[in-house]
């Protein structure tokens, strides 16, 4: 288990002669610390340094600017043998003209281990990976969720192994597989106690894997938290549209007296929020997720009208897509609300619910 740290990281993969004010970085100045023996999550667009990070981590990769810390020692120097951290790749790396044993013991083998130990902690370790049935089996007859065990597996087997960084790892498997193979990563992170850290352009994947979760955005560290705080207390308008299915609504108005100025309707803004908001302007941008906007079928009393334009069925709830001039707005609403494509609905938009940013950061 360890304790991973990046201070003040920034890599560019321009030659070395290049001045630094003329390269491009596709990371910038990133300080980020992932705890002792806890499941995390990197999550960002593609083309974002995601993997540019791993590879930095891992020792694979040497960064331009900065240093990387493994239990509080600086590892930046040292090779990924040396840093004991293990890498599981997006497409599974196996032996395939062995067994599944024997990829499993190659790590160990390598160690010049005894035999006795390697054939305890493979079995140990097939235990863990529901792969005890397929012990003699060619790895070539393997589908690829199985493969991908084995990736792991063999990443973990040493007990010298510090963190284990996962690059994507389901983008081969099977869709029907893909829920069992994430809930077995989990699982293995649990029972060994392990610092995982799960790279990912999938938000689903991320906040239902990890406890925290790192975003990041060209390059730039954007906000750290749990699941909840991401979904509960976005730091930008990018991590509140980018997390959640759908995003967060976001909405630029002006504030003026007493109102809420948007493109194709106003609301009040309470006495609380026009002073928190006064000092620092008059343009902004609201948030609000659309399970939080309040939906009707018929008119009310402040309630700002909207047209039907799309309806996406989930079973329990549906998703309208609403249309008022150039606003567009996504709401979560019950099967009470019958309103049909075309057909107008009633919005509220509690003021606690709300999220205000400006200049990209979150203010309220």
Known sequence: MAKIELKNISHSYDPPDVPDEKKTFVVKDLDICWEDGVANALLGPSGCGKTTLLNIISGLLTPTRGQVFVDGEDMTACSPRERGIAQVFQFPVVYDTMNVFDNLAFPLRNEKKNEKDIRKKVL??????????????????????????????????????????????????????KWQLKRKLRNVQEVLHKTM???????????????????????????????????????????????????????????????????????????????????????????????????????????IPLTVSVIENNGAYRI?????????????????????????????????RMRVFKDNKKVI
């Open 320 to 352: 309208f897509t609403l249309s008022k001039g150039e606003t567009k707005i996504k709401t979560r609403v019950s099967e009470q609300v019958t309103a049909k494509e075309g057909e107008p609905v009633w919005l509220s938009f509690p003021e606690q």
């Open 197 to 303: 850290i799960y790279v990912t352009h999938d938000q689903h994947e991320a906040l239902t894997f990890a406890d925290d979760v790192t975003v990041i955005k060209d390059g730039e560290l954007v906000q750290k938290g749990s699941p909840e705080e991401l979904h509960t207390d976005p730091a930008s308008p990018f991590v509140g549209y980018f997390i959640g299915s759908p995003g967060m609504n976001i909405l630029d108005f002006t504030l003026k007296d007493s109102e809420m100025r948007f493109n194709d309707f106003v609301l009040p803004a309470s006495p609380e929020l026009r002073d928190q908001l006064t000092p620092l302007g008059t343009a902004f941008q609201m948030g609000i997720r659309p399970e939080f906007v309040q939906t009707r079928s018929d008119a009310g009393d402040g309630w």
């Open 124 to 177: 140990e370790m097939a235990e863990i990976l529901d792969l005890q049935d397929h012990l003699h089996t060619p790895s070539s007859r393997l589908c690829p969720a199985e493969k991908q065990k084995i990736s792991l597996g063999r990443g973990i087997i040493r007990e010298n192994t510090a963190a284990v960084l996962l690059d994507e790892p389901l983008t081969v498997i099977d869709p029907k597989r």
